[in-house]
């Protein structure tokens, strides 16, 4: 089963149904769903999602979409190692990215899943959108 990392943008395309992002991220967590890939992401990642989320829903409600939402991926911690790592990479313009690449590397995720694919152009994983890697398994 692919071990799929993915972006905090692709995960708000889903619960905030951004358009014209929705449809593809929608059929990435559907393949999460029926177990045919492993979806993963950081917990910045449910930090910065609630924070996006309460923005137009009451704290409850957006707890309550988060906790939906954490049953189709795994959680990855932060540590001090990835910290580091990121905090001394230069190759990054944006913090978030390289502790979002890092959360990745340093649990041996196959495939980095981003809209922002200029933002990881150094990354020693494949990064694709999630359209791109929808379209690998219809080949």
């Not at 358009?19 to 999460?32: R, V």
């Not at 309460?54 to 189709?72: C, G, M, V």
């Not at 690449?101 to 196959?110: C, G, P, T, V």
């Amino acid at each position: 089963m692919r071990k799929l990392f993915i972006d905090t943008n692709i995960v708000i395309d889903l619960l905030a149904e951004r358009d014209p992002f929705y449809e593809d991220a929608a059929k990435l967590f559907s393949l999460s769903d029926k177990n045919k890939v492993k979806l993963s992401v950081s917990s910045l990642t449910f930090a910065n999602t609630n924070y996006l989320l309460q923005k137009t829903n009451s704290a409850s409600t957006a707890k309550e979409i988060l906790r939906k939402f954490k049953i189709l991926t795994a959680v990855l911690s932060l540590n001090d190692k990835i910290i580091d790592l990121a905090l001394n990479d230069n190759g990054f313009g944006d913090f978030e990215d390289a502790i979002q690449y890092y959360s990745a590397i340093e649990n041996s995720q196959e495939i980095l899943i981003t809209r922002n694919l200029k933002d990881f152009k150094t990354s020693k994983i494949p990064v694709m959108t999630a359209s791109e890697f929808i379209k690998t398994l219809e080949l």
